[in-house]
């Protein structure tokens, strides 16, 4: 059993090593006409009938190789990784910052890369924003809320009504106790607390990360979906230890912090 399971993993890598080098042939072959030339009828029956390429290998293939092509950072790792690794970052990427992103397209699997993409077009280049909530509230509510909120701004008062709100203390035993669990998973309905996603939450995290300190806080520990989990352990983001509406993307890890070296073992116990 174990000897046709190597064998089946060593030809798969093979057959993608070989997917890459034709996909990187394409754009060339499409731009002299190769396959006219050859007697195809266009470059999808060319592709589909020499090297068993479906059309969006094709598609993809043209437009992620044509991309990089004035890049040659990321054009190293699409060499070395394939097409679909760079795929999330070839409408961000300039040539300027062609180097920035090959370094995280080498480092993190293709999901997790499309997560920071998304991140990074919020934090980095939409101009800060505030947005209008319409509520309907009982008058006497309302009174209630203003006299609460005093001389603050609506912003400032409301995160502070979201930190006060009653929490179990911490503890130390070995696993995150359930009242805690719970408390954690309530603060955001079960939904991952990065601002903006909407995604199942499926791990807690540590933001303090454990090793570090083995108290479970629940002010400090957060329900996260996977992806937005593996951004954190990548180091990217910042303010971690103060409330998720405060978070921010980093365009690079903060080596000076203690948690980098603890994520960078996390790192490599996980698989890429
Ligand atoms: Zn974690
Ligand atoms: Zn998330």
């Given at each position: 059993m174990e000897k046709l399971h190597e064998k089946f993993v060593k030809y798969g890598a093979n057959a993608r090593h070989w997917l890459r080098q034709c996909a990187l042939l394409l754009p060339e072959i499409a731009r002299q006409e190769i396959w006219r030339a050859k007697g195809f009828s266009n470059i999808y029956e060319y592709a589909a009938k020499l090297?068993?390429?479906s059309k969006a290998q094709v598609d993809t293939a043209l437009w992620v190789v044509r991309a990089v092509e004035d890049k040659p950072e990321l054009k190293k790792v699409v060499e070395e990784k394939g097409i679909n690794c760079v795929k999330p970052i070839v409408a961000i990427a300039t040539k300027e910052t062609a180097s920035f992103w090959a370094e995280k397209a080498t480092e993190m699997n293709q999901h997790d890369l499309e997560t920071y993409v998304r991140e990074y077009k919020t934090d980095f280049l939409r101009a800060e924003k505030t947005e209008t909530i319409e509520m309907s509230l009982d008058p006497k509510i309302a009174d209630q809320l203003r006299k609460m909120k005093g001389a603050l701004d609506w912003n400032t008062f409301m995160k502070e009504l979201l930190d006060n709100q009653q929490k179990p203390e911490p503890a130390q035993t070995k696993q995150v106790p359930t009242r805690i669990k719970k408390h954690v998973i309530a603060k955001t309905n079960g939904i991952c607390?990065?601002?903006?996603c909407h995604k199942p939450a499926e791990e807690l995290h540590h933001a303090n990360r454990q090793a570090l300190d083995p108290t479970h806080n629940p002010t400090h520990i957060h329900a996260l979906c996977k992806s937005h989990h593996h951004l954190a352990h990548h180091s990217?983001?910042?303010?971690?230890?103060?409330?998720p509406c405060e978070w921010r993307l980093l365009?690079?890890?903060?080596?000076?912090?203690?948690k980098y070296r603890i994520d960078r073992l996390v790192q490599k116990y996980r698989s890429p």
């Open positions: 090297a068993g390429m607390s990065y601002p903006g990217l983001i910042a303010n971690e230890q103060r409330q365009a690079q890890p903060d080596k000076t912090q203690p």
